[in-house]
C-alpha cells in the first residue's frame, strides 16, 4: 500500500531528492496535481507520484516528457 504523506514529508522529500522546490501546501493525495519550481525558474505541475516514482523531478524544458526508462 502506499505510504501515506503529508505535504511537509513532500516538501522534504522534494528538496532532498531534487533541485525543484514545492510551491504547493496543501496535499489531498496521489492524483492531486502538485505545483513546483524547477531549478531553471520554471514552474510545472505533476502528481507527487510521477515525481518520485517516475523520476519526473524537473520541469519539462529540462526534462522532456519522454519515456527513457
Ligand atoms: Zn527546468
Redesign the pocket.
Known sequence: MNKRWTIDEIKKFVENNSESKLLTTEYRGFSQKLLFE???G?NFEKTFKKFKDNNQR??E??QPPKTSR
Do not use: T
Open positions: 524547477c531549478a531553471c520554471n524537473k520541469c524544458v529540462c
